[in-house]
């Protein structure tokens, strides 16, 4: 039956005037007063309601619920009594924008539609009466978070909130006589290519409000959380982090000393440290970069490992071979990004790799100084006086310990001559 009256609710309001007569008694609806949307029926339970009998074979169904104050007027039979069905053919209904209609010689009239307790008014034949309206129903939770304003410099303002639908960023300008804005929302996340603003994780269940509005890449950005949803609020989006609209790292900043801050941040370009003053006022910065890894000559900075997975930034403000570095590891990269460049580690300058020969003693130092050679070179005690530790195997051990026997000998032969000069 129902299903059947859905289906008519609208013909039967515009053919009223013209049906047969009503358990005899002819009704003519003289205006035809509902909205469409009213009669449409689409509402979940659009029936229920509270039904009195205002005149015979006429029900008035009173409704105050969330859409609002309704009257609607349906046809029941001459006997119906409190409790029956009352889901008959509608004649009119009145409503917020449909205050007044007539049907059969009743005057009907919604009163109050926007007091806290509207009624209905039924004048016929010179007799008014009034049937009040439930009251209204508590009105539903307001799924809009409180706005969040944040300053963004540059002379613009940022309000944030969060609704069923999403993160919403309106920008506007902190001048009031400006009408300049720009809104961000969850499907439109992104701002101009004039300035750089954007939702972060816009889907996710905490999304970031990122912004820059001074130019250049040395610029840190700045970030802001969005307000939660009311408690008993629920997302009209399934919820799901995204994958990281930007591969740079949250900024990692370090106090270095003398008044001097770095930002560390990683990205797929590799890592990057500013250096700045800590003095908001001053303007002196240093940037060093995968590619420019090392400071200037004033002062000791550089990045060590930087084409590795985990390079890390070394600096001294203090002159003095004594005085310790200071050391910091660089943010990872987020998730999902991968560097554009090959990551290989840093390594240390070789040492000298030792020969492999055997212990050096005087006798094998002259035999290999003497290959080849003539002339007989002492042995016995002094060669046993030139004998080298057997740890000492490189190449400067072997020709210091082959020069200092040659120096022995030529000693000797001087020695002897002299002698024999002074005997003769």
């Known amino acids: ?38 009669v449409a029926g689409t509402v979940t339970d659009r029936y229920a309601g509270t039904p009195v009998l205002i005149d015979t074979g006429v029900v008035a169904v009173l409704r105050n619920r969330s859409e609002g104050p309704e009257v609607w007027i349906r046809a029941v039979s001459d006997s119906w009594k409190p409790g029956d069905d009352y889901a008959g053919r509608v004649l009119t209904a009145l409503d917020g924008t449909h205050l007044k209609a007539s049907v059969g010689g009743l005057e009907l009239e919604l009163v109050g539609s926007n007091s806290p307790r509207p009624s209905l008014s039924v004048a016929k034949g010179g007799t ?7 009251q209204a129903a508590t009105a539903p ?94 997302p009209e989006y399934p919820v799901h982090d995204d994958a990281s609209t930007s591969c740079v790292s949250k900024v990692k900043q370090v106090d270095l000393g003398a008044g001097l801050l770095v930002d560390l941040t990683m990205s797929p370009k590799g890592p990057k440290a500013h250096m700045h003053s800590a003095d908001p006022s001053s303007t002196w910065s240093r940037t060093l970069t995968r590619t ?73 130092v002259v035999s290999a100084r003497t290959t080849g050679q003539t002339t007989v070179v002492p042995q016995g005690s002094v060669a046993a006086g030139a004998e080298i530790a057997s740890e000492d195997t490189d190449n400067s051990v072997t020709l210091a310990a082959g020069a200092g026997l040659l120096s022995v000998v030529a000693a000797l032969g001087a020695t002897f001559l002299r002698r024999r000069r002074s005997h003769s």
């Open 1 to 38: 039956m129902r299903t059947a009256l859905r289906a008519s609710i609208s013909t039967a309001v515009l053919a009223g005037a013209l049906l047969a007569p009503i358990a005899g008694t002819a009704y003519a609806a003289t205006t035809t007063a509902p909205a469409a949307a009213a």
């Open 128 to 134: 008014t009466k009034s049937y009040p309206l439930p």
């Open 141 to 234: 939770v307001d799924c809009v978070s409180k706005v969040k304003q944040v300053d963004l410099g540059a002379g613009l303002l940022v309000d944030l909130t969060m609704s069923p639908k999403g993160p919403k960023a309106h920008m506007h300008s902190a001048d009031p006589s400006s009408t300049w804005s720009r809104t961000l929302t969850r499907t439109d996340p992104k701002g101009s290519e004039a300035y750089f603003s954007r939702i972060n994780n816009p889907n996710g269940a905490k999304p970031v409000f990122e912004w820059k509005t001074q130019g250049g890449e040395n610029v840190p950005s700045g970030f802001a959380n969005f307000p939660t949803l009311p408690k008993g609020c629920t």
């Open 292 to 364: 420019d890894p090392k400071g200037s000559e004033a002062y000791f900075s550089r990045i060590n490992n930087p084409n590795g997975a985990k390079p890390v930034f070394e600096w001294k403000t203090q002159g003095g071979e004594n005085i310790p570095s200071g050391f910091a590891n660089f943010p990872t990269l987020p998730k999902g990004c991968t560097p554009e460049y090959q990551v290989t580690e840093e390594t240390p300058a070789p040492k000298p790799e030792p020969f492999a020969t055997k212990p050096v003693t005087a006798t094998n």
